[in-house]
């Protein structure tokens, strides 16, 4: 699975990673894109909050992809989507839409794609963003997201 | 947020259905002398304000309840629909005991109701309470912690838990004011207000318009003693603080999802002891895990009003032993993990959050520190997980955490001894359609996991061992272990067997919002399909409707008895504490 995706480079891509990363002239730079995990998302957990792994901080910016699962849309119309580690039962014993989970990233779309089935996995490219974002349509609050994003099914 | 937006809808459709006017409190309903409350009227249509005729027991309203309401000429529902006109007089009280019969008209709209306003007792009978509150605690619950904890040997069983000498009092039904179904914030509220309400709300009675903080309050227990007492207030759970069962000590929202706006009421009550999970809605918005639209640091501004914090069982352990009054605990930055993942297999999120108490550390260090109050206290005690287990069907972590939650009634009780000032109650909040039903035998022959399960003669003794006699099975995959099945639930695979690698997530939502059984349970051998008997839109198992069983010793239990509202609870509760003659 893993080679499929590194296989791909897009234009877009490697002209954004290289644009993000104009210092390391090395051959970092021709990658198109960071593969990123959900767990490599944080470097701690904790009662007052959460810090970002370094890879997380370095990439901020830049072109990564992330493979995950689509959780059902907030709204239909909704730019965004919830991309979750493992299948998503969507909070089982509680009915509010705050409840995720803390392995999620939001993820905003470059344009609209139909969503996909629940249990097959995706691999999602975007630009990584992190910091506090309340949408302004839903007012859901993400801190870490791609941006600029598509995805495939894998 | 599915079922909130339901909820709207069917609030606004009322409306148009109903030909009389709406009066909150509603018929029938009990209000504690000389607590505060708002009085609502909702005409089904758009009334002159020069037609509305109120009175109570035949004299102007104004009269009775010593100010005039606030006239709204059109109330707006979603999308601005026009619902009727509306009567709102906030924060009045009654001070004198008895009945008081309201009679409301406009024109051709009518409707009289009947509040049956109650003082108590003149003197407290108890000095302290200890509310201890098992989460969805059904009966099966009770009788499989019992077997699983204790063993059974020829029919008796080989001991007895801590709550089965607690006496069984009373039945309490559970029902919510629209619907014979209920949830934890209607029953919980209906506890600690004395007044039922709807599915989904806390402190308020459910009204007709969107907006989810507007609606009618009624005053909770804890403004109630910040009212009237001297008393500590103590508040531990094992889910986020914030969640609908703590949060009816202190909130008054139509939507217990406000989650971000509870914590700000649990701030203005300031209970001075408050331990659980829930951080993330304590965070500023730019903290990652955050889970608030805001800036306000909560963390921060318990700790400038005098509190003492502690973030893991290490810290719980000191504080307990500091001499600061007042402590906010906070192990999680959502539900603290169940005690099954907590204490021995070590999932969930227990890599996440290693160091978190159980329900018997917080209950321990929240009667270490209230019970330094000389006015005496009233402290509530969540066995959360109970309920939050039981909903995805993982009967074997409800059944553990069940027999958590029996010792922190064991840490009560031990209190209780040496203190016999002490009220214990020891109840549910509602109940699961769940019954233990044998037992599963991996001895038996053959690969199919149903024939393995034994009924009547055939079901046996499980083979649970407690050989280190900490009151919790050794393991849970024992070879003969219980069967518990639940009456209802969405499309899922039935395992016969413990989850050991985490809890049971049954279904999983498709692209058409329909749950559907979680394939990751296919495979597992003997597994077989169990089609789901709910709508498809539901995610795991239901409350029932069932009435839960209430336990209670020590001065003032003797109020409860036969069968009983849960709005009825709160009467006796205000008794053993003359909380209607009391004065600061």
Redesign the interface.
Known sequence: MDHTVRGGLKRRQVLGAMAALPCLASPLSARAEERLGFGEL?KS????????SDKVNRLKGQDVSITGFM??P?KAEAAFFVLSEI???????C?????W??NILVVYLARKQT?????APILVEGVLDL??W?DPET?F?S??RLRNASFKTV | ????FLALTSATMLAGAASAATVYPLDRATVLVGSPFDFKVEFSKVVKPEDVKVTVNGEAYETVFGKAANFVAEEKGKEDKVLGSALILRDLTIAKAGTYKVDVSAGDEKKTVSWDVYGTAAAPKAKNIIFLLGDGLSVAHRTAARIMSKGMTEGKANGRLAMDDVPPVAFIGTSSTHAIATDSANTMSAYMTGHKSRV?ALGVYADRTPASLDDPKVETIAEALRRTTKKSIGIVSTAEVEDATPAALVSHTRS??D?AEIVGMLYGVKPDVLLGGG?AYF?A?????????DDKDY?ALFKEAGYGLA??KTELAAASGSNQDKLLG?????NMDVTLDREFLKKG?VD??PDQPGLVDMTKAALDKLSKNPDGFFLMVEGASI??MS??LDWDRAVVDTIEFDKAIGVARAFAEKNPDTLIVVTGDHTHGVSIIGTVDDEKPGTEMREKVGTYDAAGFPNYEDKNGDGYPDKIDVSRRLFIAANNGPDHYETFRPKLDGPF???????K?E?IA???YKDVPGAVFVQGNIPKDG??GVHAVDDVVLQAAGPGAEGFRGYMEQSDVYRVLADAFALGAAKK
């Open positions: 944080y957990f904790g009662v007052l909050g959460l810090s970002f959780a059902p907030l299948p998503m039962s969507l909070c089982p014993f009915s509010s839409d705050a409840d989970p803390d969503f996909v089935q629940f249990n910091g506090s309340s007012g609050v801190q870490i | 947020m599915r079922q909130l989904n217990r999802n989650k951080s965070l918005k730019d903290v990652p895990g955050s889970k608030r639209k963390i973030i893991n906070l192990f999680h930055t959502g999120t996440k959050f309920d939050k909903h995805p997530v049954p279904a999983i939502k498709n692209e919002g749950y979680n394939e990751a995610d795991s």
